[in-house]
């Protein structure tokens, strides 16, 4: 099992520009959590996914953030019109059920940045 | 609303000294502690949960209620253990909030 995968694992992008950062959970896990980690602080909540199912958003920016996790195919976070205050590392996890006991496996993050 | 604070950043010791890395919690409900460690170029990783109790490569973490902290400890420091740990609290059944964590340094 190879965990979970998250691509790219570096991203550039301008100012204006679309970012789209993808999320491949473990095999069996049905559950996808994104979380934003900017400089000098801890990992923030933004969204949890379930199959072509939002469960909670409480912790996306009201704008231009987005996410999803289809039926197939990666969960992907997509940020419209990217601005410097996005530059950060996005991780993904993904877990089995949700709560305790399942714990959440984080991939190796997606750093963006944005010039 | 809740908030984990870490108030080291960096700590330093040596190889078989004690070692404590603070951890301190405000929250309104029934709180779920748990710390996360980040070794050198791995991902995220679960270390122990309170609800546990268990001790994990030599640590352990009490939950100390009256005091809201979860304090990480061990007795002995191994080199290996230098990494970087957060100390997370879950606020519902599907997030987890973090602390900005600790770099811990092991001195051989």
């Known amino acids: 099992n190879a965990g979970v995968m998250q691509n790219p694992r570096h991203l550039v992008r301008r100012r204006g520009q679309e970012a789209r950062l993808r999320c491949s959970p473990m095999?069996?896990?049905?559950?996808v959590y994104w979380y934003r980690q900017l400089p000098e602080e801890g990992l923030k909540f933004m969204v949890y996914?379930?199959?072509?199912?939002?469960?909670?958003e409480s912790g996306m920016p009201k704008e231009r953030f987005s996410a999803e996790f289809p039926k197939e195919g990666p969960s992907i976070l997509r940020i419209q019109q990217v601005v410097r205050g996005d530059s950060a590392a996005y991780f993904c996890?993904?877990?089995?059920?949700?709560?305790?006991?399942?714990?959440?496996?984080f991939g190796p993050g997606t750093r963006l940045t944005v010039t | 609303a809740q908030r984990v604070t870490q108030p080291e950043k960096l700590l330093s010791v040596f190889k078989g000294a004690p070692v404590e890395l603070k951890c301190n919690y405000s929250y309104s409900g029934s709180p779920e502690l748990f710390w996360y460690v980040q070794y050198s170029r791995q991902r995220l990783q679960l270390l122990l949960r309170?609800?546990s109790r268990e001790s994990i490569k030599g640590f352990t973490a009490d939950l100390n209620k009256g005091e809201t902290s979860f304090h990480l400890k061990k007795p002995f420091a191994q080199e290996e253990d230098s990494a970087m740990y957060y100390c997370a609290l879950r606020t519902g059944a599907n997030n987890l909030f973090f602390g900005t964590g600790t770099r811990l340094t092991v001195i051989p």
């Open positions: 095999k069996g896990h049905s559950h």
């Open positions: 309170h609800i």
């Open positions: 996890a993904s877990s089995p059920g949700q709560g305790d006991p399942y714990e959440q496996y």
């Open positions: 996914l379930q199959k072509e199912n939002i469960i909670d």
